[in-house]
């Protein structure tokens, strides 16, 4: 069974340009989380969605971010424009949990580095 | 606000020692409990979950809670330098999951 399957894996931009991160959950799980990953503030939820539905997104840090997830199979992170603080590993996990909280899996994550 | 304290270390300890983790959290709430392990430029990746007060043991692994002083530990014994990594801990909160600053722990050899 696939993981959580993520890409890029590394992506180099420049300062003002818009950066498109994708996600791929694990088949049948029906939660989906994007985290961000810096040595300074550790791993920190920007937004998670339930059943494809944004539920929280309160961790965003600006307007410069938005996420979506059109069907089950698909999720995107998208900033724009992009600054040098975005710089970091941006993870998507998915989660299944029918009848309370369920295990974390993660993807091997996206590496953003802004010039 | 939910927060997750970890004693960010480095912790070291010699191989076939008990390396011992410990995790604070702020929200009486919490429902779920667990501890990942991320080795340097890689994902991290479950090795222990506890959702009721006590011990549970899993191989060389021992995951501790006490939900009255808001208390997780991790205990892994006979260490070994292939545990050499960050171990994260992670609280669940109405499907949330909210993640420590991890501790970074080296077996020496």
């Known amino acids: 069974d696939a993981g959580v399957i993520q890409s890029p894996r590394h992506e180099v931009t420049e300062m003002g340009q818009e950066v498109t991160l994708r996600c791929k959950p694990i088949?049948?799980?029906?939660?989906l989380f994007w985290y961000r990953q810096t040595m300074m503030r550790g791993l920190e939820l920007l937004i998670y969605f339930n059943n494809n539905v944004p539920i929280d997104d309160s961790g965003m840090p600006e307007d410069r971010f938005s996420a979506k997830m059109p069907n089950a199979s698909f999720s995107t992170l998208k900033i724009q424009p992009s600054e040098p603080r975005d710089s970091a590993v941006y993870f998507c996990a998915s989660s299944l949990a029918r009848q309370g909280p369920g295990e974390l899996f993660f993807g091997e994550g996206s590496r953003l580095t802004v010039l | 606000q939910k927060e997750v304290e970890q004693n960010s270390g480095p912790l070291s300890v010699p191989e076939g020692a008990i390396a011992s983790l410990n995790c604070t959290y702020s929200d009486r709430v919490s429902q779920s409990f667990f501890w990942y392990r991320q080795y340097s430029g890689k994902s991290p990746e479950l090795i222990m979950s506890?959702?009721?007060?006590g011990d549970k043991e899993d191989g060389r692994f021992t995951a501790q809670l006490n939900k009255a002083s808001q208390y997780v530990s991790l205990l892994i014994r006979d260490s070994q330098p292939s545990d050499s990594a960050t171990y994260l801990c992670a609280v669940n909160i109405v499907h949330q999951f909210y993640f420590g600053t991890g501790t970074s722990l080296t077996v020496i050899p």
């Open positions: 088949s049948g799980h029906d939660y």
């Open positions: 506890i959702y009721s007060n």
